[in-house]
């Protein structure tokens, strides 16, 4: 009898100590291979969620969202505990997100917010209109609007449609910008100020690119210069840049950007790029893999916004990280010093 009983305690025991170090699995879904910062945000997502002793589910979907939608379903149907998802299109993904709330799987939406569904649970991302701010208010001042009379000329490339982060972004920058622009001080000789007439679907490089191509040819094509081109991101900048380099012999524009990639602080080097918004994917990676521990350990998820991110569903409780300005004047410290890039990586 003391014999069973000792047996009995020790798997007892056992099964104590295989719970403790049991940590779960959990699917991390990234739009695309495409565009630098999805894979180093899935390469970073997965190495520290690994490290805190977690099975890692990471699928890329190449930017085709059914493919997305299958990875997702498949991952909640796999066993994950948790789901992380960085949407192609926010509001795509409906029936798999009804499939884990019916499971009880909780959802963190990463960096762009998942839309017209009840089922997200948490939403991980930098402060978005902040972003747009920084590049509005860099605008600002390299021109000293409040002190020049202008006209300055003015062209604007935003974002995907489809990604909800992409209003915030431009909203951020022509809410410092609008009153000039009604001021007469920035002047838009496209006409395009719109964020449906300035939008790049997918963000491609290609499509910002053409776009800017067919301004320079149609507005620009007289000589005159163009002062600066606000644009939401790296891709659309380099987009930006590359037309200029093809059809444009006035004066360099001040070129705004985000995500610090590595061919656009190449750029920022060379004069080409005038600033980036540097979102250090370590720092939001690091703010995920703390709350999914939160959501596994039934403890309360660390949020730092509750009225922000509505999906037209619900407010989506949110935590956001903190963006920071990138130029060439500070990229050795911002980049290279903290070991986001090697000097190898910019040459």
């Known amino acids: 009898m003391k014999r069973l009983v000792s047996i009995l305690l020790c798997v007892m025991m056992v099964c104590v100590f295989a719970n403790a170090f049991a940590e779960g699995k959990v699917g991390v879904s990234m739009p695309t291979k495409d565009l630098q910062r999805w894979n180093q945000d899935g390469e970073n997502m997965q190495k520290m969620l690994e490290e805190a002793g977690y099975t890692v589910d990471l699928q890329y979907a190449s930017n085709d969202v059914q493919q997305q939608l299958n990875q ?50 948490y939403y991980a991302t930098f402060d978005n209109y902040k972003v747009g701010t920084v590049q509005g208010e860099y605008i600002k001042q390299a021109l000293d609007l409040d002190n020049q009379a202008g006209p300055f000329a003015l062209e604007v490339t935003a974002g ?98 985000q995500d610090c990639d590595k061919p656009n602080v190449k750029k920022m080097i060379e004069g080409k790029q005038a600033m980036s918004v540097f979102k250090d994917t370590r720092t939001l990676a690091a703010q995920v893999v703390k709350m999914v521990g939160q959501i596994l350990a039934g403890e309360t998820v660390d949020v730092n916004d509750t009225t922000t991110y509505n999906n037209n569903k619900i407010v989506v409780p949110s935590f956001l990280c903190e963006p920071v300005f990138g130029s060439a004047d500070n990229y050795v410290e911002l980049l290279l010093d903290s070991g986001y890039y090697t000097e190898e990586d910019l040459k």
């Open 72 to 121: 997702v379903t498949n991952m909640i149907n796999g066993g994950c505990d948790v789901v992380v998802i960085a949407a192609i299109e926010g509001s795509s993904l409906g029936s798999a997100l009804d499939l884990a709330k019916e499971k009880g799987i909780p959802v963190i939406a990463y960096d762009r917010l998942l839309m017209e569904s009840d089922a997200v649970s």
């Open 160 to 257: 995907d449609p489809g990604d909800n982060n992409a209003n915030f972004f431009y909203s951020g920058a022509m809410d410092v910008l609008q009153p000039y622009i009604d001021a007469g001080k920035l002047v838009v000789k496209s006409g395009q100020i719109a964020f449906n007439d300035v939008a790049t679907p997918t963000w491609k490089t290609e499509v910002a690119q053409n776009r800017a191509s067919s301004i320079l040819s149609s507005f620009y094509a007289d000589g005159s210069n163009i002062d600066v081109w606000l644009c939401s991101n790296d891709s659309t900048a380099l987009g930006v840049i590359n037309a200029l380099e093809d059809n444009y012999d006035g004066e360099w524009p001040i070129i705004t950007g």
